[in-house]
């Protein structure tokens, strides 16, 4: 693309996640393991069996802490799009005070004369341009501050 | 434990035993040494993924600019390229070792900028209407502005790749989510500016619109428009921006225009504009306070406060709180119905801090897209 000016596209290959998600998988394979000679060595030499335990644990709770401690600062990106919203104009007539409201059109502004109105020989005017009202975000934990 | 640990490993000697006895010596040494690194991979990853998707927002900006530009300014030949020139345009900030008599020259180094701006926009959409030119001069500033976020972004992304260096990539991880953000709510703008619809900035100039619609209107200042409105046997001067096109005017000038058409003699001065919302207040409140309410390079908020003060007017604010994804995005309810609010703000101040017969200057500061007077 010629608005590219000769930018530097991000690598193509995933060596960074490659290398971190490999070292989770070989920690998670060993603690598995772990995990499993605990069970197996349960009943017959709890000792053992709960220094398994406490390694297949231990390496689940390193995976756990690898991956949340770069979440926190990381915003979800799932919402950095160029959006198209449905914006209203809302037209009232001066003189028999008819309301009308239609989808914005490019020419549209607060205090236009645009068209006339149905009712009466008046003129509406645009007296209202907004964005249909955002849902209700859902109460959080915080909703009592 | 350290006998548990004793039982488990050295001296059973069975060959599993000394299999995992070296897998977890090796997977020790390894955390112990690579910690960092992988933690810096990661952190590479995460602004990679964030980096593409601007990307994609920052060209997705320009093709919607160039398509603008096409359909509005119906231009002779193929202007992508001058576009793109464009995009990589920039000012070079003031120096400011000497301070004395900077507002002066950011005057002038602003009005340079926006010539320039429109001089570009002209010869890019010739067939345009001034109004239409004042929106694509906004249109093509957002995209100059997510063009440079992107370039950011890359800059400390590529950076930290080739020095592998934690602190090099971690300056921007850390500001990852501020970035986002900010490039969410500039890309929010592209639809309000293209189509030409009010913003969240607007609500300055709405408030004053509905103060001044239907009084006679004179031009005041570049691309400031005034009224009288008489409200109960005070006189209010009211002022905005030029509407309908994207404009912000130059406030500072119309006020001390109507000071000096006035010789001083107003009694009070109130500046209504939209405001940013710390987390947990609500969308749209409307908050009063004192002093200049106006945003922008500061230039116009310096020259407001001096003509104030040289004439000993109290200034009174009116904020209506939004936050940073509604400062450029469409207009939502919410804030339009805060408006209302705020003219009633105004007409209250009026009420309290003023007798009959007094003068009172209302400005309505902010982008007066999509909004007429």
Redo the contacts between chains.
């Keep these: 693309?010629?608005?590219?000016?000769g930018?530097?596209?991000?690598?193509a290959g995933?060596?960074?996640?490659w290398?971190?998600y490999a070292?989770i998988l070989?920690?998670g394979l060993?603690s598995l393991f772990s995990l499993y000679m605990g069970f197996l060595n349960y009943a017959d030499n709890t000792?053992?069996a709960?220094?398994?335990l406490f390694?297949g644990a231990a390496g689940f709770a390193?995976i756990g802490y690898?991956l949340f401690?770069?979440k926190p600062?990381?915003?979800?990106?799932e919402?950095?799009?160029?959006?198209?919203?449905e914006?209203f104009t809302t037209l009232e007539c001066p003189k028999c005070q008819q309301k009308r409201v239609r989808d914005?059109k490019?020419?549209?502004?607060?205090?236009?004369d645009d068209e006339p109105c149905t009712r009466c020989d008046g003129m509406m005017i645009i007296t209202?341009?907004?964005?249909?009202?955002?849902e209700e975000k859902k109460k959080d934990e915080?909703s009592w501050? | 434990m350290i006998l548990?640990?004793g039982?488990?490993l050295p001296t059973q000697q069975t060959d599993l035993n000394v299999i995992l006895q070296t897998?977890?010596s090796f997977?020790f040494i390894?955390?112990l040494f690579?910690a960092q690194k992988?933690?810096t991979?990661?952190?590479?990853?995460?602004i990679?993924?964030?980096?593409?998707?601007?990307?994609?927002?920052k060209?997705?900006?320009?093709?919607?600019t160039?398509k603008t530009f096409v359909e509005i300014g119906k231009p002779s030949g193929d202007i992508?390229?001058r576009?793109?020139r464009f995009?990589?345009f920039f000012s070079i900030g003031l120096e400011n070792m000497d301070p004395s008599g900077i507002v002066d020259k950011m005057d002038h180094f602003l009005k340079t900028n926006k010539h320039i701006y429109e001089a570009e926009v002209k010869a890019l959409a010739p067939n345009a209407t001034p109004t239409e030119r004042n929106n694509l001069e906004n249109l093509i500033e957002v995209s100059q502005a997510l063009n440079i976020y992107?370039?950011v972004i890359?800059h400390f992304?590529?950076l930290g790749?080739k020095t592998m260096n934690i602190y090099v990539i971690m300056q921007v991880?850390?500001i990852?989510?501020q970035l986002?953000?900010m490039?969410?709510a500039y890309?929010?703008g592209?639809?309000a500016f293209q189509?030409?619809?009010?913003i969240g900035d607007s609500v300055g100039a709405?408030v004053a619109?509905k103060l001044m619609?239907g009084y006679p209107q004179r031009d005041i200042a570049e691309e400031i428009v005034a009224a009288e409105v008489p409200y109960e046997g005070r006189t209010l001067i009211v002022f905005k921006a030029k509407?309908?096109g994207g404009s912000v005017g130059n406030p500072d000038e119309g006020l001390i225009n109507i000071l000096e058409e006035r010789r001083g003699k107003v009694k009070i001065i109130i500046t209504v504009d939209a405001a940013g919302k710390l987390e947990?207040e609500p969308v749209g409140q409307v908050s009063e306070g004192i002093g200049a309410a106006i945003g922008g390079s500061g230039k116009e908020k310096f020259k407001m406060e001096e003509v104030t003060n040289r004439h000993k007017i109290p200034m009174h604010a009116i904020a209506i709180k939004q936050g940073m994804e509604h400062v450029v995005?469409?207009?939502?309810?919410?804030?339009?119905d805060a408006t209302d609010k705020a003219v009633e703000s105004v007409k209250r101040i009026v009420l309290d801090y003023t007798e009959p017969g007094d003068t009172v200057i209302v400005a309505g500061i902010g982008n007066t897209i999509?909004?007429?007077?």
Excluded: C, W
């Excluded at chain 1, 693309?1 to 000016?5: A, C, F, I, P, T």
């Excluded at chain 2, 991979?41 to 995460?46: N, V, Y």
């Design positions: 693309m010629s608005g590219n000016q930018s530097t596209a991000p690598a995933m060596t960074a996640s290398v971190a070292a070989i920690v060993l000792d053992i709960l220094v398994y390694i390193a690898m401690r770069g600062t990381t915003a979800k990106t919402t950095l799009v160029v959006k198209k919203v914006v914005f490019r020419g549209d502004y607060v205090y236009k209202k341009i907004s964005r249909k009202k955002e915080s501050l | 548990i640990f039982q488990v897998i977890y997977a390894i955390y690579y992988i933690q991979l990661q952190m590479l990853r995460q990679e993924v964030t980096l593409r998707k601007v990307k994609n927002v060209e997705e900006a320009r093709n919607q160039v992508a390229p576009v793109d995009m990589d992107y370039k890359r992304y590529l790749k991880h850390m990852l989510p986002i953000q490039v969410e890309a929010s592209i639809q189509e030409g619809m009010p709405i619109a619609h509407g309908p947990g995005a469409p207009l939502i309810e919410p804030l339009f999509g909004v007429g007077q």
